[in-house]
């Protein structure tokens, strides 16, 4: 399984982006996908992600600012990223937790993509 990211990049605080992450390979069953985020000199944490019964869960820090989505038919899960504040600025990592067409269980990353909050 692969995850290819997209959509980060530099924007003033108050100002908005949207994360997009796109899953392919031998996938059978998405169980749950979404997206973490390490900002410097902190430990990686989850920021908000979706399971396969349609539940989210966030972040307190981020509950009301950033909203979770799938699109079950294209494997990709999107993040839209309202009000950034700076101490959103971190490298955002996507993440897929699903089984494989062999029944394999994976857990996959993506190679990170850096979102900076600055004016």
């Known amino acids: 399984v692969q995850l290819v990211e997209s959509g980060g990049g530099l924007v003033q605080p108050g100002g908005s982006l949207r994360l997009s992450c796109a899953a392919s390979?031998?996938?059978?069953?998405?169980?749950?996908m979404g997206w973490y985020r390490q900002a410097p000199g902190k430990e990686r944490e989850l920021v908000a992600v979706?399971?396969?019964?349609?539940?989210?869960n966030y972040v307190d820090s981020v509950k009301g600012r950033f909203t979770v989505s799938r699109d079950n038919a294209k494997n990709t899960v999107y993040m839209q990223m309202n009000s950034l504040k700076p101490e959103d600025t971190a490298v955002y990592y996507c993440?897929?937790?699903?089984?494989?067409?062999?029944?394999?269980?994976?857990?996959?990353w993506g190679q990170g993509t850096l979102v900076t909050v600055s004016s």
């Open positions: 390979g031998n996938i059978f069953r998405i169980n749950t």
């Open positions: 979706g399971s396969s019964g349609g539940s989210t």
């Open positions: 993440y897929f937790n699903g089984r494989t067409w062999t029944g394999a269980l994976l857990e996959v």
